[in-house]
């Protein structure tokens, strides 16, 4: 199986305190910040490679995996990552993120898709800096491929289809999408027995989270393909759909108040907080 | 950071990455909790053995995962930043002191035999030299080694070894010939022989997230072929040993101290008094910079010997000048640090309260700051 997975760099969420809007409200302003990758699309690799192997011998590889990422340069280190964590190839389409919304990112990666001609997009749900949760869907559409988004589970099976779990109220949803076709991922596609590949015994566990490059596999990763795309290649029309109006932070929390029983707290929602 | 990495390559900064990314999510979330308990499970081991951090350093043909002591470093470092129990990192670190003298001059067997399941997490190793009776003074230990047939009957006892209390084998040095450091072996002995007892579980200050053991050995009957290197000829790879401890020493104080720096930032923007915040007053800002000099100045020297190490230079002397540059700037910084902090900087579930009291080892462990100033006496000349 050939996968092909979109990675992007974030601003580090756990900084989120650093986060800083200028006056004027453009933008938000990254410096200073540390950079990593979005957490989700770290999970749709994992969820990847674990696709392309056999669980008990994971450095021999059984099958394909693409990373690609939208970036400068520097975007170049997490490629290098993901590299080093197991993925074969990388592909760097080169732009800021302020040159990029999903849609272009989606048009983008349709022609990426048709160059590279992978059974499967894997990619995370969301990235965590703009959360906008539309790139998957709408490569899918511009595609004309099946779609299984937010997966829990991934499940190959024989027959040229994945079995896709999607944890829904209440329950759980499984979805039988045809090959080939998109696959946004949730954290718990990395649980250890999340994804099942036919490469790998049924009864095996893998470590619950994402692997870990050790020195050697960094090593070699400097060796893996790493190609640079320009993002005019891929797009003609590279004019963006969305533009941000007008970054604000959320209001700071006021200080709260104690009252002091049920009937106070009742009366206050119902006069001040007008709740009620 | 508060410096720029002139040293490093960007191998370095994915395998900080890595550290950093193993840190957040074994270490980070239960820190706090393996202080108060004063040990973390053993599978910690294994986690790390997987990740490939273990290995870092050691041969790929045993395991390893190649690399040097700048990378041992470099992950040391990040696992002590992003992960906030120096205990934790100096247990799962133990082998570090252990293995090495296997690696220079065990035999090939004794390689196979010891080195991968430790680099996999399956074994724990522990080095054992300093005795109830002296630490400093290794020419004089007392623990004696009777060869008998095939065997060595090893009869004594070992103080303050980390990791000793769960350690499946340690590299321990014993007397096998007459007084002075010519009758010094390195045996490996195996916590299972007979006669080999954990007699004491110690409890510490500080790094007590790592269990420290007192160690007696009672007529323990050791196979010959676990003597590592020549009879009689184990001062020099313990000597040898001592080197890159104390550079990973002062490479934990180095972490820790800027771990305290940051901690110490974080808290005076955050904390007011007077109406502003306490990095309002030039008082605390003061501070601020002869923390971030101090640890600047330790970082420069460590890394210049780290440097000067992989050059191939002896670095007896540079080592010990860094350790104690490094612990003295670490005791002045995890002080301020407490001392930023007030009142919440003594409790126990402030982190720099912990770091402070993790601080107090390094002066006195791998070689006390007076054995310091001892070497670079004698190898200065004068």
């Given amino acids: 199986m050939k996968i092909l997975v979109a990675l992007k760099r974030v601003a ?71 590299l080093a964590t197991g993925a074969d190839k990388a592909i760097r389409v080169d732009a800021t993120d302020d040159q990029l919304d999903g849609d272009l990112v989606a048009r983008a990666l349709k022609t990426l898709v048709e160059r590279e001609k992978p059974d499967l997009v894997v990619m995370g749900k969301q990235a965590v800096d703009g959360d906008s949760n539309q790139v998957g869907q709408i490569l899918a559409e ?38 080939p076709a998109v696959v946004t991922v949730d954290l718990r596609i990395v649980a250890g ?23 050697p596999a960094i090593m070699a990763a400097k060796k893996k393909p790493l190609t640079e795309v320009k993002l005019a290649e891929l797009a003609a029309d590279t004019k963006l759909k969305v533009t941000y109006a007008k970054f604000q932070a959320p209001p700071a929390r006021k200080a709260g108040i104690k009252v002091k029983d049920v009937a106070e707290l009742v009366d206050k929602l119902q006069k001040e907080a007008k709740v009620l | 950071m508060s410096s720029e990495l002139i040293f490093e390559t960007a191998e370095h900064t994915a395998l900080r990455e890595q550290a950093r990314r193993f840190a957040r999510t074994h270490i980070r979330p239960h820190a706090h909790a393996w202080d108060e308990a004063e040990e973390f499970p053993r599978e910690l081991y294994r986690a790390a053995g997987e990740a490939g951090i273990l290995g870092t350093s050691y041969p790929e043909e045993l395991g390893g995962s190649g690399g040097d002591v700048s990378h041992v470093h470099a992950i040391s470092e990040e696992l002590v930043l992003e992960g906030h129990s120096v205990g934790a990192v100096v247990g799962i670190g133990s082998h570090g002191i252990a293995l090495p003298p296997i690696v220079r001059v065990g035999t090939d067997a004794q390689k196979r035999k010891y080195v ?81 007892q954990v007699s004491k579980r110690l409890k510490k200050t500080g790094w007590r997230a790592s269990d420290t053991a007192e160690i007696t050995f009672d007529r323990c009957r050791v196979p010959v072929a676990n003597l590592i290197g020549e009879e009689n000829q184990g001062f020099v790879p313990i000597m040898m040993n001592f080197a890159t401890e104390r550079i990973f020493l002062a490479g934990q104080c180095v972490a820790i101290a800027e771990l305290c720096y940051r901690e110490s930032i974080a808290y005076a923007r955050e904390r007011k008094a007077f109406g502003k915040p306490l990095s309002g007053f030039q008082v605390t800002r003061h501070k601020l910079a002869d923390m971030a000099t101090e640890i ?24 010990a000048k860094a350790k104690n540059c490094a612990t003295d700037m670490l005791m002045f910084v995890a002080d301020e640090a407490v001392q930023i902090h007030g009142g919440y900087g003594y409790m126990r579930e402030t982190l720099v309260e912990r770091l402070w009291r993790d601080a107090r080892l390094y002066p006195i462990g791998g070689g006390t700051r007076e054995i310091m100033n001892e070497l670079i006496s004698k190898t200065e000349g004068y």
């Fill in chain 2, 296 to 319: 600047a100045a330790a970082r420069g020297l460590l890394e210049a010997c780290i440097a000067r190490h992989l050059r191939g230079d002896n670095v007896t002397n540079l080592a």
């Fill in chain 2, 116 to 196: 991968p399941p430790v680099l996999r997490g399956e074994k724990i190793a522990a080095l054992a030299i300093t005795e109830p009776g002296g630490g400093s003074d290794v020419a004089s230990l007392a623990t004696r080694a009777e060869r008998d047939g095939d065997h060595y009957v090893v009869t004594g006892s070992k103080m303050f070894i980390t990791s000793g209390c769960r350690a499946d084998f340690v590299t321990t040095a014993v007397r096998t010939g007459g007084p002075g450091h010519g009758g010094v072996s390195l045996l490996v002995i195996e916590s299972d022989t007979p006669g080999f």
């Fill in chain 1, 193 to 215: 027995a999340s994804v099942y590949s036919t490469k790998t015994a049924r009864t095996f566990k893998y470590n619950e989270g994402v692997r870990f490059a050790a020195l």
């Fill in chain 1, 12 to 82: 580090d969420p756990d900084n989120a305190n650093k986060v800083k809007i200028p006056g004027s409200g453009d933008r938000v302003d990254t410096t200073g910040l540390e950079w990593k990758p979005n957490p989700f699309d770290e999970y749709a690799l994992e969820a990847a490679l674990r696709l392309t192997e056999n669980g008990q011998q994971p450095k021999t590889r059984a099958g394909e995996v693409v990373v690609v990422t939208f970036g400068p340069k520097e975007t170049e280190t997490t490629l290098r990552a993901a």
């Fill in chain 1, 142 to 179: 511009l595609l004309d491929w099946p779609q299984a988004t937010f997966a829990a589970t991934i499940e190959e099976e024989a027959a040229g289809s994945v079995l896709v779990g999607r944890e829904v109220d209440g329950g759980v949803a499984k979805l039988r999408v045809k090959l």
